[in-house]
């Protein structure tokens, strides 16, 4: 699949903000004031930036607001109400943080449950495609939800649960990435079933139907650069979970060193959402003999 | 609605015969000349005339070569547009409702004033069946001509969608795939039509019909005129030139 840049930004930032505001909202950790202000405004800054930008890569971005329609049956439908749900919700409870007041807690806990709803849309956006195999299981949206919730507890300063996310997160990306390695294969997707012609012999593209590119080819059969994708992972891996762990523990605890070690966790989840998309091959590829 | 309606009685579809399909794209251009003028806005083409041309098709047809064991190898021409499929994954992860599936002849369309271009029913369809238009930013996608079938403006033999009337060698079929006495159905039944990538489980409505059987390949007709015997003047000279 191509990787959009919008795309990539729009799930790593509204993933990692929805992170942070799940972890605020809990009340995991107690913050007032100032402190209250940076952390909250930070999270509704990237939940909502990371919004914006998924309205960049729609054909026609003035009619957004339509997607709200279908929730019974689209995930990306759900996907809009549980982000727009969790940012309304919250906005009490941000205010009251910052003010220095207090809400019962049932106010942050209901805003959590929509944060984890939201991650919860974005990956089985993806996790629905049967036309994608990498994609379509379990470990998708248990990937957003890992990616989100480590770079919320980061940033809210929650050293040991954010060394032991990273850890979590370290070890269900490298067994999604070696499971999803042997998806498409194991599904039995290939140019025999797309044409049915493989009762005849083996089957091989041979005319092309167009010579020049077109939509299909553009969206969903990415070869260049996957080349790299050993050298990546290790960097997504390094950046996203390890480095971020032991910087987590090892410096003394400020909103400086959050944001430093969140800095490189994003680089790690930048690489690593390149790669979800990058190497997930769609079954369209099959009639155009790549994929 | 992107929910699914209830298994439709009527079963509007197209039978394509890969055994006289030649490969000669008529299908294509009269799809794109129809659907550019008719339902919802043109087909768009990008830098047409230039070095690297891009445009929108709802029908496209491949070439694919089929090897078997010691055998030449045989050329099938493939065309690909919408299956309208009764299970169709499209529709159902549309987020504005653009997309549905009708329930009165199964015909899956795109209602172009809502879709929003999010592309996301073109990445939950198996079959490439859909494209988003660079031009007006929405999804552009086989309409089973509904807006020739049931056209009472054009004469009766006008009102099967554009692909089939226009195909030089009858490789397209339509008719509703629900009724067996139909002739599609019989069509298929005849000719054990089958579905592409069943194991997706989007339940087609249109089939593929097989290549029949071709026998062996007949002696090379042209063999005997390699072996022309000079006689006469020219046989003399021929046997004269030989044994210089
Ligand atoms: S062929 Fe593709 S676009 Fe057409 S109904 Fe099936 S899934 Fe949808
Ligand atoms: S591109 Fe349009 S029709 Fe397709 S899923 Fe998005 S809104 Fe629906
Ligand atoms: S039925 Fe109409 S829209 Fe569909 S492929 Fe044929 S000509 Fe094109």
Redesign the pocket.
Known sequence: MHPAPSVILFTTLSGAGFGLLFVLATGAVAVFGLEAFLLWGLGYLLATAGLLASTFHLGRPERAMRAFSQWRTSWLSREAWAAAGALLMLAPVALAAVSGGGLPPAFGLTGALACLLALLSTGMIYAQLRTVPRWNHWTTPALFFAWALAGGTILAGLPYAAALLCAALAVLQLFAWRSGDRRFAARGHTLATATGLGSRGVVRSFAPPHTGHNYLMREMIHVVGRRHAAKLRTLALLLGAVIPAILVVALPSSLPAHVLAFAVHLAGAFAARWLFFAEAEHVVGLFYGAR | MTALPPPPAKKLGLVIDLDTCVGCHACVTACKGWNDQGYGVPLSDQNAYGSEPSGTFLNRVHGYEVVSGGGPAEIVNFPRSCLHCDNAPCVT????G??YKRAEDGIVL?NEDA???????AWACPYGARE?DAQAG??KKCTLCVDRIYNDTLPEEDRVPACVRTCPTGARHFGDLADPESAVSRLVAERDGYDLMPELGTAPVNKYLQPRPKGAAEARPLAPLLDVRATGLAGWLDRLLERL
């Open positions: 992860v549309c987020p504005t653009a997309s795109v879709c929003i271009g999010c592309g996301l029913c988003l929405v999804m």
